[in-house]
């Protein structure tokens, strides 16, 4: 969070003024609170709460390849860290959604530093989101074909690397801190992310949430609902088997070794290719066939927009459907040598006026949605809504 505050008196009845936290880089009124300004008034509690505009700033970034100078330039240039590497403040939430490993030679780089990055947003109250990408998945089942020998030096043997993405650093990694799907409120009302959908209280905010994995959420596929609980159980689950399973010999040159003969039909599903790793659905398919199946993911994810990675452009991020469909990929590692990109999304609710109850507020709510490149930026969508409700911020 920022920490250019400016406070300013304003006076609201004789003898009371409120004391107006304004943050000026995020543009949001952080607290609201009353206080006695003489002892000649009694001051009166006020509990009233006003409504107070609210606003966050999400960056995502897509598949990474081990290419930590591409990277790096990418989290500068959007932002996400300053000039020391270091979470910047600037942003709240930083998505990225996978495929970090394979192609290049800086996975450990990599994954260290996004564990850094974690721990330094989460000490300013932001939140680093990670998702698996199909490549960090290909990595867990032992389908090494796209490790570079570079790459695979870096961990001195086949042995160390195998007990790295297993029960090593980054394996346990793997398994607390990354998820395959992702849903991120955009209003604390809804709690923090990966707060499941459907929840008890369906409200004008309700779909007020974006979401993340590496590959797309195929309208047919089986697990979409709660979201994104069902699908991290079901990858928690398959995550854990491949862990601690005895390490296959790695393919190549040993044989495909594939998922655990134990695997539940829906573990088989979440990495098949209609799974949220793979499907590329989402990419390809005609404009017309998209933008009419979208609606019933978004209705079932609770969500307004899907993010995802996997399939690259190497020109520009791509919005189909006027923003519900955005895909991040544009090959930024130099394996691809594609244009360096991130997503932002400014997110605003402002109070209209003022009503005579807190739940006749009317608000306007704003996404404006940019793709950010190193010498250029483009507005992918610019919308606004109006809901009325208490939306009081926590
Ligand atoms: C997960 O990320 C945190 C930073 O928030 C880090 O301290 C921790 O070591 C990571 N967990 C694992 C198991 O690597
Ligand atoms: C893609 O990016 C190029 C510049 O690299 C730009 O000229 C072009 O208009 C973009 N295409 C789309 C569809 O946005």
Request: net charge negative; glycine share 8%.
């Given at each position: ?383 606004t809504r109006r809901v009325v409700g208490n939306f009081a911020t926590p």
């Amino acid at each position: 969070m920022s920490v250019r505050i400016l406070t300013a008196l304003v006076p609201l009845a004789l003898g009371t003024f409120i004391v107006l936290h304004y943050d000026l880089a995020a543009n949001a009124a952080a607290y609201v609170q009353n206080f006695p300004f003489t002892g000649l008034v009694p001051a009166t509690p006020n509990s009233r709460k006003e409504p107070q505009p609210y606003t966050r700033h999400i960056v995502a970034v897509g598949d990474l390849h081990g290419d930590w100078m591409n990277a790096r330039k990418v989290l500068h240039f959007s932002g996400v860290i300053n000039d020391q590497d270091e979470w910047s403040g600037d942003v709240d939430f930083f998505a990225q959604t996978g495929d970090i490993i394979d192609r290049g030679p800086d996975t450990i780089k990599l994954f260290t530093f996004m564990d850094e990055l974690r721990a330094q947003a989460q000490a300013q109250g932001d939140v680093v989101l990670s998702m698996l990408g199909n490549h960090e998945w290909m990595n867990a089942l032992g389908d090494w074909r796209y490790v570079y020998p570079t790459e695979l030096a870096t961990f001195d043997s086949v042995k160390a690397r195998q007990t790295m993405l297993s029960t090593g650093a980054i394996g346990r990694s793997w398994a607390s801190n990354y998820t395959t799907a992702s849903r991120l409120p955009l209003h604390p009302s809804l709690g923090p992310p990966n707060t499941p959908y459907p929840s008890q209280h369906e409200g004008p905010l309700s779909h007020s949430a974006l979401s993340f994995v590496h590959g797309g959420l195929s309208p047919s596929y089986s697990n979409l609902s709660p979201f994104p609980s069902k699908i991290n159980e079901i990858s928690d689950s398959l995550l854990r088997k491949l862990q601690s399973r005895d390490q296959p010999d790695p393919h190549p040159p040993g044989p495909y070794a594939g998922l655990p003969a134990d695997a539940t039909h829906d573990e088989q599903e979440l990495y098949g290719s209609n799974g949220p790793l793979w499907y590329r659905g989402w990419a390809q398919d005609t404009e017309a066939a998209v933008c009419k199946d979208v609606e019933g993911v978004l209705q079932k994810t609770g969500t307004r927009r899907m993010i995802m990675g996997h399939t690259p452009d190497f020109d520009n991020i791509t919005s189909r459907c006027g923003g519900k469909i955005i895909i991040i990929d544009t090959g930024i590692s130099r394996a691809y040598g594609g244009v360096l990109s991130a997503l932002s999304i400014h997110y605003t609710l402002e109070p209209i006026g003022k009503a005579l109850t807190l739940d006749e507020q009317e608000w306007q709510e704003r996404e404006v949605v940019s793709a950010l490149y190193e010498d250029r930026q483009e507005i992918l969508a610019d919308d606004t809504r109006r809901v009325v409700g208490n939306f009081a911020t926590p």
